[in-house]
């Protein structure tokens, strides 16, 4: 894990004591709440329906036990003893009094964390796999990136007042766990033929009111080169992108309507005067310097298959099927991936206690190199843990309510905080997660069922990722009562798609039966239980769906 | 209104900044928008004065670029302080096309971006805002002074012990 040095130390710590200058102005008057607005912004401060909002930033995901207990116990001191992992693997405080602010974001600098760039019109928190440093799959840790990333992008002076907010992700394996095409930036870590690292780059990716794959500009941009080519895009965007319109700002619909080709031109020729320059190429120390504080733990040598982890799954069905869906295979033999799964059947999605944070520190600590992630699918991993380790964690979860072994399955929804937090939202999201979860509780049949993701968003802003779910869920208000538009075939991992619209919308009421209905129908649709939701959706398209569900309209 | 540049305020400014259709005064310094600049260029460049251009967020450089090297004064504007482009603007001309002279930021010029401001080469900042008058003139200015990128005044501030890359303190820029 990246550790703050000096510098990095005494940045966060000015950026505390600006921001509690900049408090202090707006509590005795001196700013108005317009002009405060933006600054707050700056620093993850939102207002929201009942009260300020706190994010705080996880760069990448990346979490250990010291900072997950000082989240608990912000958690407890400052807000109702819990707080709400986010799709771009941060985490949001809802009833935070601004007056306590500074003394948070004080807080979080002891640990080496911040809230800056949380939100506003600029390059927000670098996200990646959340299974960085224990995927099978990958050719180099994206984080190393992520970090490079972050450094450079922390209060650019030249690009802090974009046209609208820009997202960037990066992924080191050809499986896309962070949805990379649907960001401003999509990066993926690879070699080419000569075994050089490098990056395929896809820009102009998002989701919001007009979702867009991003396009792909670069199929091998040099390791060095990464700087200067992104500082290329962004003062592309940053020049160029629509100021008129805010829901027409971000770097997707710049690129819808110039078109791919002479953007990516323009990018180039910007790239070539900064390398000219060669003030941002990357030197090899200090990328070695990066990539040393993610070398690998020392992990034990094992045989590939434990006995008690075996033992375990004979011994015990809920261990069984945790073992099943919760464990992911690591690089290192003998090792797991454990996923926490966040969304107890009836709990809010993303949501954590403090003594359930507190919990994990521990397990992280005494069992995964003290090592934690927050996925953009709202759960939290434990990345490296003996296999022989496992049954033990899992007794612990289980303990907290935190073992529910459904990822990737129904009821491991992803849902924005909606109408029961968010000041922008048309509808309620937390409250239809979990009634759905509620009708497929059962687990077996969740099995049945097999890999299927539901999202849902509580407005057309897509917090909650709707139109890259197989099932998208839309909150709209048609005529003052809440409603909910279905989208269907939706993707983010790397055969990206956006959900199709599947006729008009869903009332309250409605809604989980009309999901019901999709599952049903998927599984009278499908040739074997090898061929997931999104596999039948492609073969089949969108009308036999629609045909169920409109049946007797 | 005040003119701060290069870290004081300064009360004998000797630029004249003219509109669409002020006249040309026979001597002195001034400067014209980009689009008249472009239009009178041979009057202007026989004047045998000191030459500005003022350049609105979004005009870019397109047309100028001969003439850059010549300009004493280039003025970048920021119509809403949410308005990036400047700034992007300011690094071009400075890095680009290494553009020495006086480049002045105007309009809402506010104490929470000066720091962006100088950082991407501006070396004078018209400020209207009373109260950023008042904290710049008092030394009551908290902004953050380290940074991690390189931009367009490094040359003017060494780097940090250690050696690492672009890492400086800007605290003496303001
Ligand atoms: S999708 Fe809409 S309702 Fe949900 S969190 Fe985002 S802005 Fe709020």
Not at chain 1, 343 to 350: E, M, V, Y
């Given at each position: 894990m990246y550790r703050y040095d000096e510098f990095d130390r005494q940045f966060v710590a000015e950026r505390v004591e600006e921001f509690r200058d900049q408090v202090a102005r707006r509590l005795s008057g001196e700013l108005t709440e317009d002009e405060f607005r933006p600054l707050r912004l700056m620093n993850g401060v939102y207002l929201q329906l009942h009260a300020y909002m706190l994010r705080i930033a996880i760069p990448y995901g990346t979490l250990n036990g010291r900072k997950l207990r000082r989240l608990a116990h912000i958690a407890r001191r400052y807000d109702r003893g819990f707080g709400h992992f986010t799709t771009r693997q941060n985490l949001q405080f809802n009833w935070i009094r601004l007056e306590d602010v500074p003394d948070i974001l004080a807080e979080l600098a002891e640990v080496e964390m911040h809230a800056i760039q949380t939100s506003g019109n600029c390059i927000r928190n670098v996200s990646a796999d959340h299974f960085a440093g224990a995927a099978a799959d990958e050719v180099a840790d994206p984080r190393v990136y992520a970090e490079i990333l972050r450094q450079w992008s922390s209060l650019h002076p030249e690009f802090t007042f974009l046209p609208r907010k820009f997202k960037i992700a990066v992924v080191a394996s050809p499986a896309d766990r962070a949805a990379i095409q649907v960001h401003d930036i999509g990066l993926q870590v690879k070699r080419n033929e000569a075994g050089e690292l490098g990056f395929a780059v896809w820009v102009g990716g998002g989701l919001g009111r007009t979702p867009m794959i991003g396009r792909k500009v670069r199929d091998f941009l040099p390791e060095a080169e990464l700087l200067s080519y992104c500082e290329a895009i962004l003062r592309v965007y940053n020049l160029h992108g629509r100021r008129d319109n805010k829901y027409k700002a971000r770097l997707k619909i710049l690129v819808h309507e110039a078109g791919v080709d002479e953007i990516a031109r323009d990018i180039e020729a910007e790239y070539e005067a900064i390398r000219a320059r060669g003030a941002l190429a990357m030197p090899q120390e200090e990328i070695a310097r990066i990539r040393a504080y993610f070398a690998p733990p020392a992990f034990a040598q094992l045989p590939a298959r434990s006995s008690v982890f075996e033992a375990a799954k004979a011994d015990s069905r809920s261990f069984a099927l945790f073992a099943e869906r919760n464990v992911a295979p690591h690089k290192v033999p003998g090792y797991g991936i454990v996923t926490i799964s966040l969304?107890?059947?009836?709990?809010?999605?993303?949501d954590a206690t403090a003594e359930q944070m507190e919990l994990v520190a521990d397990l992280a600590e005494r069992y995964s190199f003290d090592e934690v992630r927050v996925s953009h699918e709202q759960n939290l991993v434990l990345p490296h843990v003996r296999l022989d380790d496992i049954p033990a964690v899992h007794a612990a979860l289980a303990e907290a309510n935190l073992a529910t072994p459904n990822a990737g399955l129904v009821t491991d929804i992803i849902a924005c905080p909606?109408?029961?937090?968010?000041?922008?939202?048309?509808?309620?999201s937390i409250p239809v997660a979990q009634r759905i979860a509620r009708r497929f509780a059962d687990i077996e049949r969740q099995k049945q069922i097999g890999d299927l993701k539901i999202k849902i968003s509580g407005c057309i802003n897509a917090c909650g990722h709707h139109h890259v779910g197989h099932i998208g869920i839309l909150g709209v208000d048609r005529k003052g009562e809440e409603f909910y538009q279905i989208t269907l075939g939706g993707s983010g991992d790397e055969t990206c798609s956006i959900g199709e619209i599947v006729g008009k919308g869903f009332s309250s009421e409605e809604v989980v039966d009309a999901v019901e209905t999709i599952i049903e129908t998927y599984l009278g649709l499908r040739q074997g239980p090898e061929e997931t939701f999104l596999a039948v959706f492609r073969r089949v398209g969108e009308a036999p769906f629609r045909e169920a569900l409109y049946a007797d309209a | 209104m005040a003119l701060y540049r290069n870290g004081s305020f300064v009360t004998d400014d000797p630029w004249r900044i003219l509109g669409a259709d002020e006249p040309v005064p026979p001597a002195g310094p001034v400067a014209l928008p980009k689009a008249r600049f472009l239009a009178e260029r041979e009057a202007l460049v026989g004047r045998n004065a000191p030459l500005g251009v003022v350049i609105e967020a979004g005009e870019g450089l397109d047309g100028l670029e001969d003439d850059i090297h010549r300009l004493s004064l280039i003025v970048l504007t920021f119509p809403k302080y949410t308005d990036g482009r400047s700034y992007s603007t300011a690094r071009i001309l400075r890095e680009r096309f290494s553009y020495r002279g006086e480049l002045r930021a105007t309009g809402n010029v506010l104490r929470d971006q000066l720091r962006f401001m100088v950082r991407c080469g501006f070396d004078a900042l018209e400020i209207v805002h009373e109260g950023t008058i008042a904290a710049l003139k008092e030394g009551r200015i908290k902004l953050v002074s380290l940074h991690y990128q390189p931009a367009s005044r490094d040359e003017d501030i060494p780097p940090i012990a250690g050696g690492r890359p672009w890492r400086r303190s800007s605290a003496g820029l303001l």
């Open positions: 969304k107890a059947i009836g709990a809010p999605p993303g909606g109408l029961d937090y968010c000041a922008l939202a048309n509808a309620r | -």
